[in-house]
């Protein structure tokens, strides 16, 4: 028990110093890991390397999250620029496996028949294919034999030189299983294809405009998706931050429910109704996430337009026309214009000096549970001449509105948590 506990002690401790320093480098994905998802010549990002566990703990691709990878899957981490070269030499070969045909047969150290054994395979042992190499030529006693000189790997990690006369090379996308092995097939690649093309796939965040019963009209819209457009090759996102397509050419599925988009270098996974999307956007993978819905959007940005409008015309019922003795005069159109005449106190603190007496307003903004009691909503002028919004929270009274400036408030996902601190308040008559 107490080596059991010194080993988590100290397998913890490694792995905390580590955490605590900048990543180790860079390695290139040697043989191709199903679980994680990493393909043969990937990049990796390695945090920590376990002389314990034998093993490093990489940041994957996609930016999900972490991954402990045996060593021998990766090579030595090295800068980026180094770990970029080592992964153009995989190239070639990548997803190029060997099934061994003679029992016995040699991986050496050099590319030299007589050169140091370091592995004896057995037959039908599978083996990665890294690169080929210069080598000196094989002979028997009818001359030059057949073949060349190729890097490779075996599963336990030993890496050498190997003459391909007694090799079959194939190629495998599933980490060296051969096409009848494998567990993907063409008909589950079109089944899932034929889904993704046929969900309509929105914004995750909807999903969660849903649940809050707090529509974002700023962000919803019915337009907004990831689409995949088969006939023209073409897949793409529309979303209130993005705005991108790409052209792709093969598909292929890869373990986890995972689509790639050769040619794009976007890569599609689906975990039940959620879909994750991910891409790169200055050298970097982004992810960006969506779902499928069974709710009409057309219809919920429709009632939530409904509701805006019906408290706004709550407003302009009670008058069109709002005084106040030291903030000017108010009006309010039904159409959602206003103009402001005297606001000068509220320069420059709160309205800019270049703002002019006119502009839009609505409501765009949600009142936190906790300022319910005291507010009925908040109120957001678009003033002609400046780029800042400027918010109000608002009451309506028995004489008129009383608007609370709101500029000091916090404003989270749409939704004012809470008020300024000493804000001002203007009380504002309404006018027969």
Not at 143 to 152: Q, S, Y
Not at 266 to 288: C, D, F, H, R
């Amino acid at each position: 028990m107490k080596t059991k506990i010194a080993f988590c002690f100290v397998a913890f401790f490694q792995i905390f110093l580590f955490s605590c320093s900048k990543n180790l480098g860079y390695s290139a994905v040697l043989w191709g890991d199903e679980k994680n998802g990493l393909s043969d010549g990937e990049i990796v990002t390695v945090l920590v390397r376990s002389n314990i566990t034998h093993s490093y703990i990489i940041t994957l691709p996609d930016q999900s999250g972490s991954a402990e990878i045996p060593l021998w899957q990766l090579s030595e981490p090295e800068s980026k620029a180094r770990a970029q070269q080592t992964a153009a030499r995989l190239l070639e070969y990548a997803h190029t496996f060997a099934s061994v045909k003679l029992d016995g047969l040699p991986i050496r150290a050099e590319a030299v028949n007589t050169s140091k054994q370091v592995y004896r395979l057995r037959e039908k042992e599978i083996i990665r294919i890294l690169y080929k190499g210069e080598g000196v030529a094989v002979t028997n006693a009818q001359g030059a034999m057949e073949g060349e000189w190729f890097r490779v790997l075996t599963r336990d990690g030993t890496q050498g030189w190997c003459f391909s006369h007694n090799l079959e090379l194939y190629r495998s996308e599933e980490g060296g299983k051969r096409e009848e092995e494998a567990i993907q097939t063409d008909e589950r690649d079109e089944a899932l294809l034929k889904n993704l093309q046929e969900t309509r796939w929105y914004p995750l965040e909807f999903m969660d405009f849903i649940k809050a019963k707090r529509i974002d009209l700023k962000r919803m819209d019915e337009k907004f998706g990831f689409f995949l457009d088969t006939k023209n090759s073409v897949v793409s996102i529309l979303t209130a931050d993005e705005n991108l397509s790409w052209k792709f050419g093969e598909t292929k599925a890869k373990s986890g429910g995972k689509i790639l988009f050769e040619g794009a270098a976007v890569t599609a996974q689906q975990k039940g109704s959620e879909l994750t999307i991910t891409y790169m956007e200055n050298g970097k993978p982004k992810n960006a996430r969506f779902c499928a819905l069974k709710e009409d959007i057309s219809l919920l940005i429709q009632n939530e337009k409904n509701r805006r409008q019906k408290e706004w015309e709550r407003i302009t019922n009670k008058s069109r026309v709002f005084s106040s003795s030291n903030y000017g005069t108010l009006s309010l159109s039904l159409s959602g214009t206003f103009g402001w005449k005297n606001f000068s106190p509220l320069v420059p603190e709160i309205v800019s000096q270049n703002a002019r007496g006119s502009g839009t307003v609505g409501i765009e903004y949600f009142l936190s549970d906790s300022l319910k009691s005291s507010y009925d909503g908040i109120l957001t002028f678009h003033f002609t001449g400046m780029e800042k919004e400027v918010n109000f929270l608002y009451k309506i009274t028995d004489t008129g509105l009383r608007l609370e400036d709101a500029h000091g408030s916090v404003i989270k996902n749409n939704v004012v948590i809470s008020r300024a601190q000493s804000p001002l308040v203007i009380f504002f008559t309404a006018k027969t």
